[in-house]
């Protein structure tokens, strides 16, 4: 595909587009309208590129990959495409020449409502990387119309709106009617024998159309192009007799049935109806993307004798493990396979990443609502349980109480994880750290008896997105002075260290920063009404909130420093802004009452003239990625602080570290190996190690931390004591009783650690000098790298020899 357009062939297709689809010339079109346009002409140019590729694959006899995932946080896709195109400066020079800016045509598209956190961002990384990389891929996922929710803070307090990112964000789709999958939901099994065959029907089922849009992703320089496929629900019937009746709300109820299924991510689920949803979401959408896939498959295949050979199917955490017996269902029900041979195929096909060691996260569905709801699967899943617990049961020597922990069903739940586990040919972690904690603890028993199907993957980020877009200043510098090459290889940025001790380097990487500060506080100016000095510590905390994160313990810190500086208001203090983003769960009350701490805090503090702006705090409503691509470059300090051994690896610290924030956190996740890299004078590590944290649970006691330490006496008493009108009491009775995540034991040393992040601040060169190495060591991270990992050691692909276009 040729993406080489001159400047004047894209100013006349904007003018044409402008044309035939609004009706309008450019002298009347708004900004609105000239994105519109902008966004179909690339859409179209991947689509042709998109053809190209995998015509260029099946002529190379490459293996596709099938990325399953409940949610891909693209955030904004101009901008990424284009740059990865190479047409920014034509767009915006054509764009220019009929009265536009870029800039303004930018702001104009929504962040696509399709994720929530690291786990969909990271998704969302890997369809750059496998496109750049040169693998034939496809993500599959839901078409959420209301994506998460728009998060609105009212008087302190996180209330869920709608997220009405469709209007503009749909010009990326392209429908494609003409492959819908029908998906069956409950009715019955009728079974029965004929001629020593086994026959199987389905009756009185409820039928779900699955409508695909295909939203398509450029790899740098057009080597390849990802689809990331989203499924629309449909029903597909509708009671015309019960509507002519008069009875027009039973008519139309199925069909607003079926339509649930892509409403919302992550529906609430503190309730049975909640329950059933999520569930039905994550059969819908592995059934039609396995349905789709095995299509896929003879376009280029006459047999399934070879799937494994063909394709890799990976499954994205727990949500899409139902892949596993709905591939088994199609091999046997509609191909006529034996289940020795089905199982051997899905088994060489299918690979799992897992992503959390948190319980909830290990998904568990009841026995009763999973067999009402998918009544063969459920059949298949129980055979499968039933076939791994015989043969365990043996090669334990009769361990009855292992073979128990490793059951796929157990005590009336069927256990997401231990299906894929004991299924698929691959098991990751996504940090070292977080490896080999599943192998230790969550799967140990697992462990024992496969090893080999035990694998690391350590997550990594779109660099060119987190820091070539988000970041051109730095980029320009970077690419004076170490060349280009980190573009496409970031283990480039490793020359940077060359200059550690180059006055005029870390001259300028203080000057950028400091661009990139201002910036940003003129963004909370705007958004957020409060006047933040960019001289100040940038300290940056955002991720999705979570007691596990303990964005609690940094505010209760921030409490302590405000309570300090009322009783000395001319002690020499180095001025902080305290940066928070994210959003709790819709049923989860205790991170609720978390955002509504920090608020009503900064409100205090924000608006305390004795502090004479020395401390800032600032909650960013409704974070989400093109609010991150601003914030990343202008962070100081990286807040990593989960309690040792809760987090899987994290993302959010590799886009920070690689725009030259200092991590501030704990032995945890992607955090042990980011220590590595940079070194112990390149990071501020405090708290607990893993090991120690196991030992204390043991006999963790959170009173004796209240009783003995004065400084987090004062910060619970006036938390209970409240601020704003409000009290905090259960937060901090919370604390003193339970502390789940030891908040109150690692406080002690994250308040030493944070008054050495201030001694070392006034240092600006020595700052700066960190800050570069920090910089410097962050190519590892690529998810480039990553994806050449998940290649080599899990799929067994190869990539296409192809020519950057």
Request: charged share 25%; aromatic share 10%; glycine share 6%.
């Amino acid at each position: 595909m040729n993406y080489n357009l001159s400047v004047g062939e894209i100013k006349n297709l904007i003018t044409s587009k402008l044309s035939h689809n609004f009706g309008i010339r450019p002298d009347e079109a708004l900004s609105e309208h000239f994105y519109q346009a902008s966004a179909m002409i690339v859409r179209d140019l991947l689509t042709g590129g998109r053809k190209e590729f995998i015509d260029e694959s099946e002529k190379q006899n490459k293996k596709r990959i099938y990325y399953l995932c409940m949610e891909f946080l693209m955030g904004r896709s101009l901008r990424n495409n284009l740059y990865n195109l190479g047409l920014t400066e034509k767009f915006a020079k054509a764009l220019d020449s009929l009265g536009a800016k870029l800039d303004n045509v930018y702001e104009k598209e929504p962040d696509a409502g399709l994720g929530n956190g690291g786990l969909g961002r990271l998704a969302a990384c890997f369809l750059d990387s496998l496109a750049t990389e040169g693998f034939p891929a496809m993500g599959y996922s839901l078409r959420y119309e209301f994506g998460i929710f728009t998060q609105k803070i009212v008087e302190g307090w996180q209330t869920e709106l709608p997220e009405f990112w469709l209007p503009g964000g749909e010009v990326w789709l392209t429908p494609r009617p003409d492959e819908a999958m029908e998906v069956k939901f409950g009715g019955r099994i009728e079974e029965s024998w004929e001629n020593g065959f086994h026959h199987l029907r389905h009756v009185d089922y409820t039928s779900v159309r699955a409508v695909p849009y295909d939203m398509c992703v450029a790899g740098k320089g057009g080597k390849g192009v990802s689809i990331l496929r989203l499924w629309d629900s449909e029903s597909n019937s509708f009671d015309i007799g019960a509507f002519n009746d008069g009875e027009h709300l039973r008519a139309v109820e199925e069909i607003a049935m079926a339509e649930s299924l892509t409403k919302v991510l992550y529906p609430g689920d503190n309730h049975p109806e909640g329950k059933s949803l999520r569930l039905s979401q994550q059969y819908f959408l592995v059934s039609a993307s396995i349905q789709d896939i095995i299509k896929r498959h003879f376009r280029w295949n006459s047999s399934l004798e070879n799937l494994s050979e063909a394709l890799a199917i990976h499954i994205n955490d727990t949500h899409p493990a139902l892949a596993i017996p709905e591939l088994m269902r199609i091999l046997m029900d509609e191909c006529g396979y034996s289940w020795d041979a089905a199982w051997k195929l899905t088994t060489g096909s299918t690979a799992y990443t897992n992503h959390t060691v948190m319980a909830e996260a290990l998904e568990c569905w009841r026995d009763e609502l999973f067999k009402r709801r998918l009544p063969r699967i459920y059949q298949i899943v129980c055979e499968i349980n039933h076939r791994f617990c015989e043969e365990m049961t043996v090669r334990t020597n009769y361990d009855y109480p292992k073979v128990e922990r490793m059951s796929i069903m157990s005590n009336g739940f069927v256990k997401m994880a231990n299906l894929c586990v004991a299924s698929c040919h691959s098991v990751n972690g996504v940090s070292q750290l977080h490896s080999d904690i599943i192998k230790d603890d969550v799967f140990h028993d697992f462990y024992t008896m496969m090893p080999n199907k035990f694998k690391n993957v350590t997550n990594g980020i779109a660099h060119r997105r987190w820091l070539c877009q988000a970041n051109p200043k730095l980029t320009e510098f970077l690419s004076e002075k170490i060349g280009s090459g980190f573009i496409t290889d970031a283990s480039e940025l490793e020359k940077l260290l060359k200059f550690a001790d180059d006055k005029k380097v870390l001259n300028k990487i203080n000057e950028i920063k400091l661009y990139n500060k201002k910036k940003f506080a003129d963004y909370i100016l705007k958004n957020n009404g409060i006047v933040v000095d960019p001289e100040s510590i940038f300290d940056v905390q955002v991720k999705r909130l979570h007691e596990y994160k303990r964005q609690h313990l940094n505010a209760m810190h921030i409490l302590s420093e405000y309570l300090w500086l009322k009783e000395n208001p001319n002690a020499e203090f180095v001025p902080k802004t305290y940066i928070f983003g994210a959003k709790a769960a819709s049923g989860y009350f205790m991170a609720k009452q978390i955002i509504r701490f920090i608020v009503k805090l900064g409100e205090q503090i924000n608006n305390d003239p004795a502090i004479n702006g020395k401390l800032k705090i600032v909650y960013l409503e409704n974070y989400r990625v093109s609010v991150a691509e601003l914030l990343m470059p202008a962070a100081d300090i990286s807040e990593q602080i989960s309690l040792s051994g809760t987090e899987a690896s994290g993302t959010g610290n590799m886009k920070l570290m690689i725009n030259g924030a200092l991590t501030l956190g704990t032995e945890d996740g992607a955090n042990v190996e980011i220590h590595r890299a940079v070194g112990d004078d390149n990071i501020f590590i405090f708290g607990m190690s893993t090991p120690e944290v196991n030992d204390l649970k043991q006999h963790y006691n959170p009173i004796v931390y209240y009783n003995n330490n004065i400084t987090v006496r004062r910060v619970l008493d006036e938390m209970r004591k409240g601020f704003g009108g409000i009290a905090f009491d259960d937060i901090a009775n919370n604390l003193m009783t339970a502390d789940p995540y030891m908040v109150l034991a690692d406080f002690e040393n994250y308040a030493m650690v944070q008054s050495a992040v201030n001694f070392a601040f006034r240092d600006k060169e020595a700052w700066a000098r960190r800050s570069l190495v920090n910089i410097a060591k962050a190519g590892i991270f690529s998810s480039d790298r990553a994806i050449q990992d998940y290649a080599r050691d899990i799929w067994s692909a190869t990539p296409l020899a192809l020519k950057n276009k």
